[in-house]
């Protein structure tokens, strides 16, 4: 079973930056397609981004894409997520999951694993 711990959340003002990062034990993660998705307070988790299991292939929600960048470093078990120009509605927790599959899935129910999740805060 693998477990996923993520790290990097924080307060920072609109229009700045965050990384996040997923560091995965127990099992490699280098056959696994990794997602990120963020929850607010009151609402459903929401995909935010999604990469290949060799990282050639990246997914974006719309809402994110051409600000965040999803990453990962098989060497070191770990998925990044680089957050750019952030707003205020992108406060959320964010969490790391982790799908078996080679396929892509933007549906959260598609993955097998979950870390514990970072909070995001956006504000002046």
């Known amino acids: 079973q693998v477990q996923l711990v993520e790290s990097g959340g924080g307060l920072v003002q609109p229009g700045g930056s965050l990384t996040l990062s997923c560091a995965a034990s127990?099992?490699?993660?280098?056959?696994?397609?990794m997602g990120w998705f963020r929850q607010a307070p009151g609402t459903e988790r929401e995909f935010v981004a999604a990469i290949s299991w060799s990282g050639g292939i990246t997914y974006y929600a719309d809402s994110v894409k051409g600000r965040f960048a999803i990453s990962r470093d098989n060497a070191k078990n770990t998925v990044y997520l680089q957050m750019n120009s952030l707003k205020p509605e992108d406060t959320a927790v964010y969490y790391c999951?982790?799908?078996?599959?080679?396929?892509?899935?933007?549906?959260?129910?598609?993955?097998?694993?979950w870390g514990q999740g970072t909070q995001v805060t956006v504000s002046s």
């Open positions: 127990r099992r490699t993660i280098s056959t696994y397609t």
């Open positions: 999951g982790a799908r078996e599959r080679h396929t892509y899935s933007d549906r959260s129910d598609d993955y097998d694993y």
